[in-house]
């Protein structure tokens, strides 16, 4: 019994201890912001690499769910007779949940891992310590660079992803099952509200999103045991990690907005 | 600039470690160490594998820091400087990594260039010609617009040294250079640091376990075994050595003073143990 307390002890103890070293990194890159008025053209290099190339993932994802939910959607309306109505259940569901949450899964797996993974095996391979010893800021050089484009790059996934899942919404419900083309948009129009929904589901959550995501991603790279090994573990952590901290975050940032 | 060396005479060493002593975890790995590095010169510190003569090049770079005593460079302790200071003077201090450690999404001449961006406002064409003239002293002018993962492990040594030497520094340190090298990149190594140390005037530290080439443009010599400076001297006293460590070390013998076997159980008592369990 002693020996599970003192587990439960050891466990939480590292779990604060990561905790207090990753926001110390945050702090630590926050503070180096500033750097980037000097040097813009490293975020937007980084933007391509984290945002622009996981475009093709987000949107064929988007379409997909989008698709689904206007077959299920569809198949629970046309039961009550209320099929006009799935405009509004397609695009309230992507807006507010689906869109930034599934983004941000995907954000994860995709450009996090991708993260993680280059910035530890740069540290395996020297190339962290090399800078430092040429006098260059890894933080400002590679980091900061890198934490900004995940910032910029989450919230237009989540848009584009929310674009393209009504599309799909639209394609399944209107193209394949019939529902009225003017009742599907106006509904739309009329139920969905562009600060509620929209803002606070589709922008506020997807920077959040974002910024959490980036930074576990980036942290673990630059923390890694640098050996394959660690930086394999790493990467795991990266998309566990984040996962877990989208999900739990989005019920915190679900209860504030819209009870 | 507070890392210039304004403070130090032409005949005071450019690095000194007074007393240093470094632990990771339990593990001692220098225990009141005691190093100079002359002005000018290419001192070789010398030791077995896992002895931490890279921790002591991270201790000069101040990349770590040591539990206990000083670490000078060009006269100012290395503990004491903040971080734009550090990396003031790390600025001036170029460092060949055992891998290379070239930034791998960049080609040859990026890399080669890369200091000089971050720390220099010159014209690209004025870094053109520098970066094509520290090519061409490794021989690799032409290889320019190759990337690190089609250069060979030597060819990536070389164009490592020449992004070290970009900044014109006055001391280069050298990570194991001719670890894991064929005898005709090992021999190009060997000329080109002798030579870009007269070239240049530089100071050069070499960390390695390679005897023969490090003792062949080594002016003086340090042995570390066991967290400890073994003994020092230039390269001849070294080989006529009589205390038997630096004589295994020297001749390249399996054993002696440091043990071919790893510390631990007798081997007779672990063969019986095995089989009355």
């Keep these: 019994m002693i020996e599970f307390f003192a587990w439960v002890g050891r466990r939480s103890l590292a779990f604060f201890e990561r905790l207090g070293r990753g926001t110390l990194f945050l702090v630590q890159v926050c503070a180096r912001l500033g750097f980037l008025l000097t040097r813009p053209s490293l975020t937007l290099a980084q933007v391509w690499a984290v945002g622009v190339q996981s475009l093709v993932i987000i949107g064929v994802s988007g379409a997909f769910v989008g698709m689904v939910l206007g077959l299920q959607g569809y198949n629970t309306l046309v039961t009550f007779g209320t099929e006009e109505s799935l405009g509004v259940v397609v695009a309230k569901s992507l807006c507010r949940e689906l869109g930034p949450v599934l983004t941000a899964l995907l954000f994860a797996g995709r450009a996090g891992s991708a993260l993680t993974a280059e910035i530890g095996l740069m540290k395996a391979t020297e190339q962290i310590p090399a800078l430092e010893m040429m006098g260059v800021d890894p933080l400002r050089r590679l980091i900061v660079p890198r934490y900004v484009a995940g910032l910029i790059s989450m919230p237009l996934l989540a848009m584009i992803f929310t674009a393209i899942g009504v599309l799909g919404g639209y394609f399944c419900g209107v193209g394949l099952l019939g529902v009225d083309e003017g009742a599907f948009w106006s509904q739309m129009q009329l139920h969905m509200a562009l600060g509620t929904d929209i803002g606070n589901g589709v922008v506020v959550k997807s920077i959040v999103f974002g910024a959490v995501v980036t930074w576990i991603a980036l942290f673990e790279g630059f923390d890694a045991i640098p050996t394959s090994e660690g930086v394999s573990q790493a990467t795991t952590r990266t998309v566990v990690n984040s996962s877990l901290a989208v999900l739990s975050l989005d019920f915190v940032l679900t209860g504030l907005m819209f009870d | ?277």
Aim: net charge negative; proline share 7%.
């Design chain 2, 1 to 277: 600039m507070p890392a210039q060396p304004h403070t130090l005479s032409a005949h005071d060493p450019l690095v000194t470690l007074e007393d240093v002593s470094f632990a990771r975890g339990a593990r001692v790995i220098f225990d009141g160490v005691n190093i100079e590095i002359p002005r000018g010169r290419i001192t070789a510190i010398l030791g077995p594998s896992g002895g931490g003569k890279t921790t002591l090049l991270r201790l000069i770079g101040g990349q770590l820091a040591p539990a206990s005593g000083k670490v000078n460079v060009f006269g100012h302790d290395v503990q004491a400087l903040n971080t734009a200071e550090l990396f003031a003077m790390r600025r001036r201090i170029g460092m060949l990594f055992q891998s290379g450690a070239l930034l791998t999404d960049l080609d040859v001449f990026e890399n080669v260039a890369f200091p000089l961006r971050e720390h220099t406002n010159l014209p690209e064409s004025m870094i053109r010609t520098i970066v094509l003239m520290k090519l061409e002293v490794v021989g690799l002018r032409n290889a320019r617009n190759l990337y690190p993962r089609e250069l060979s492990g030597g060819m990536a040594r070389r164009v490592a040294l020449a992004r070290a030497i970009a900044l014109d520094p006055l001391m280069v340190l050298y990570d194991e250079p001719f670890a894991g090298q064929d005898p005709i990149s090992m021999g190009i190594l060997v000329r080109l640091i002798k030579k870009l140390n007269e070239a240049l005037n530089l100071t050069s530290v070499i960390v390695s376990h390679d005897v023969t080439e490090t003792a062949s443009i080594a002016d003086q010599m340090y042995l570390i075994a066991e967290g400890k400076v073994v003994e020092s001297g230039p390269p001849a006293a070294m080989k006529s050595s009589s205390t038997p460590a630096v004589a295994q070390f020297m001749r390249g013998l399996p054993d002696g003073p440091m043990p071919f076997h790893f510390p631990g159980v007798d081997y007779l008592t672990d063969l019986v143990d095995g089989v009355s369990s």
